[in-house]
């Protein structure tokens, strides 16, 4: 059995953060884990062109996890068989539990260049692509190594390694090999999950997750779950073993759950609820009680924290990418637009302490 398989056997349904490209980098992925607790999480996606062919390793830190966030599924996107095979190879040195390939982005930087969620229009690529992640996992775990990869620099070679030490993960397991798994939409300008779906299903892969939008509506329109509810079945009669998890507009466990009965899917993956809200991924009763017991402006201190130790300034990061988070947990307050209006300025996490002691929202 397959990790996905093993938390079905044991859960009602999978409950997964989705990928998010900007937003769930590691502190977030630390926080939503420690406090929400969602069965998986996915990495915001990173290009296996600039894996292969940076100058700087900085992307690896989209990788960035620690032992608390296993299972962790890595994504990638791009088009270049190549360049997807030595990507699985990185990602399986970092320990990995599963490798997902992005077919579903529509932001015109990605789709525009063939990439996420133009794959859909180009069945041959996406199976060139799948199967070169496949035979890079499985030339791993016989014992290929990085410096085996033409376009692996011994930069990224010793940068890998420098993650290992950094989040302290176990030097990877070659009997242990992660899952190949695709992340897509409905269709491209249209629905067309008859035509498309059978592509991924040839591929033997572990899982398939489908956000019910077509490339075309980008985020906009809602979540078509009736045509997620007719790829459920279609992917079930087709092979019971792959894991099918729907993504659109869950907002809470609870309806999380209502999808899973009413339109057959595994799991779910949850995005946007998510923001400033770890508990979003818990059952009801344990959300009220960690609201109960756990001030939320005590997490976000904590997440900021933590961010600024995992990106330091030394390291040329800026707080911002932090700033929209703090805005996050500020949602649902009463009277919360000043404080919010402080916290996207603030510089560090000290900064931020001191804003949220004043208005007494955390005590010392
Ligand atoms: C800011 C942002 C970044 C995203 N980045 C990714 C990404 O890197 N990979 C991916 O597969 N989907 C990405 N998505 C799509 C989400 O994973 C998800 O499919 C979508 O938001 C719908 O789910 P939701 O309604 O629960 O948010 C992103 C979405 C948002 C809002």
Redesign the pocket.
Known sequence: MNFWQEILAEKKMILAL??????SDHPFRYITKKYGKPDLI?S??ANVEGICRSSSTRILDHFDFDPSQHPFVA?I?GKTPAYFKQAAVLLCELGVDGVDV?M??PAPTVANNGSGAAIIKNPLLAKEIIKAVQEGINEWANGLELKDCPDFSIKMIQAVAAKKAKFSLANANRQKVPTVSV?TRIGYHEEEIATWLPHLLEMRLAAISL?GRTLKQG?SGK?DWAVIGRAAELVKSSDPAVTFLG????NSYEEALAKVSEFGVDGV?????SFGQPHVFLPQEERIKFLAEKNIFQVALEHAQLYERTYPAAEDYRFLPMRKHLAWYTKGIENAASIRAELVRSNNSAEVEEILSKQHLIVD
């Open positions: 989705s990928p998010m490209d900007g937003v996915f915001e996606f994504q996107f992005n579903g982005c992340k956000h985020y979540a993504n659109g507009d869950v993956l949850i995005g946007r609820a």
